[in-house]
């Protein structure tokens, strides 16, 4: 179970680095309530709040982009437009029972031409996009909800560098427009290229936090390999 003391403030985008198995994942699913903590306090904007489900994070302004698209993110059998509005068929876009068609689908159609998503029209399955416009969608998704903190897990994985880049201005795009993102990635030039602050995590417990320009890929890996004694 993780254990963790750190703060992460609006307009930061604070990198999570570790090796495999320092409890990073398992960090985030535990503040978008997929798991418990193990002990400590989450507070946000100054207020303990209990999140013990997703539902939960959501009301309170998380959203979580998920390490794996094709497994834990996208739905692969179903359109762009079925996977942008999933995060919101339960907020404004519903009244009384029944779904806004037309501002939701102005709604996904606006977030999508934003980002930048390349597919025929938004009805085209999204097994059949690449894998950097597969992660803008998802994305986007979120970006529906308009989330104050933003937890993202290998946001660039499996994309290509064009792809990436537009990813990385999307992310730092997002931070100076007051989100505060919490960024995990096993690339330490990403992490030291997009972090305000870096959070080093081993065994499941913070072993460092590091101002920019103090960091490097070597302190890094100090405190990642670190043995206690």
Do not use: Y
Not at 111 to 130: A, F, G, M
Not at 132 to 140: A, D, E, F, I, M
Not at 176 to 202: F, K
């Amino acid at each position: 179970m993780v254990q963790h003391a750190f703060e992460l403030h609006a307009g930061e985008i604070l990198g999570v680095a570790g090796l495999i198995g320092s409890g990073r994942s398992q960090l985030a699913e535990a503040l978008f309530g997929l798991s418990r903590l193990s002990s400590g306090r989450l507070s946000i904007d100054g207020n303990e709040v209990r999140i013990d489900s997703p539902q939960a994070a959501m009301a309170h302004g998380l959203a979580f982009v998920t390490e794996d698209r094709k497994e834990t993110g996208c739905f692969l059998a179903l359109s762009v437009l079925e996977n942008l509005e999933i995060s919101v068929l339960s907020r404004d876009f519903v009244r009384c029972g029944f779904v806004r068609a037309r501002p939701l689908l102005q709604a996904c159609a606006a977030v999508s031409q934003s980002l930048r998503v390349k597919t025929p029209d938004l009805h085209e399955r999204i097994e059949n996009l690449s894998g950097g416009n597969q992660q803008k969608v998802l994305l986007g998704r979120w970006l529906l909800t308009g989330p104050k903190i933003l937890i993202l897990d290998e946001p660039t994985r499996g994309v290509d560098v064009a792809a990436k880049a537009e990813l990385h201005a999307l992310i730092a795009r997002l931070a100076a427009d007051g989100t505060a993102v919490l960024m995990i990635s096993s690339e330490l030039p990403e992490i030291l290229a997009m972090s305000h602050r870096i959070m080093v995590m081993q065994d499941g417990r913070v072993a460092g936090i590091l101002e920019r320009a103090a960091a490097d890929q070597v302190t890094i890996m100090g405190l990642a390999a670190w043995t206690r004694p």
